[in-house]
C-alpha cells in the first residue's frame, strides 16, 4: 500500500473516518466505527491517538494551497492547517501502514 499523506487534508471528517476505516482493515487491524470516534486495538500497549475536527469551512478546506518540502518533510498551507490534528492522523496512518504492530 503506496502512503499518499496530502490526501488526508482535504476530506471531511466523516470522509476521512471512513476512509482510515477502510485502511485500517486492509492493513489487518478490526476498526470499530461508532458516530463519536474511530479506534483499532494493536497487539502493543500503546495507544496513539488524534482527533478528525476541523475549523475550516468547506469551501476554504477545498482551496487550500498544500505544500509539501520534501527535503525536510514538511506540509504546510498559506491558510494553515485548520488548527487540527491532520498531521497526527498521518503520522498514526505512516506508523500503521510501515510496521507490524498489529
Known amino acids: 500500500m503506496t502512503f499518499n499523506a496530502s490526501k488526508y487534508f482535504f476530506m471531511t471528517q466523516d470522509e476521512l473516518k471512513i476512509l482510515l476505516y477502510e ?10 466505527m461508532e458516530e463519536t470516534y474511530l479506534y483499532a486495538e494493536g497487539n502493543i500497549p500503546i495507544a496513539l491517538s488524534a482527533h478528525l475536527d476541523t475549523v475550516f469551512p468547506e469551501e476554504t478546506r477545498k482551496n487550500l494551497h498544500a505544500r ?30 510501515t510496521t507490524k504492530l498489529r
Open 68 to 97: 509539501i518540502i520534501k527535503e525536510s518533510n514538511i506540509l504546510f498551507a498559506e491558510e494553515g492547517l485548520g488548527a487540527d490534528d491532520r498531521a497526527g492522523v498521518i503520522m498514526i496512518m505512516k506508523i500503521v501502514m
Open 23 to 32: 485502511e485500517l482493515k486492509m492493513c489487518g487491524y478490526h476498526p470499530v
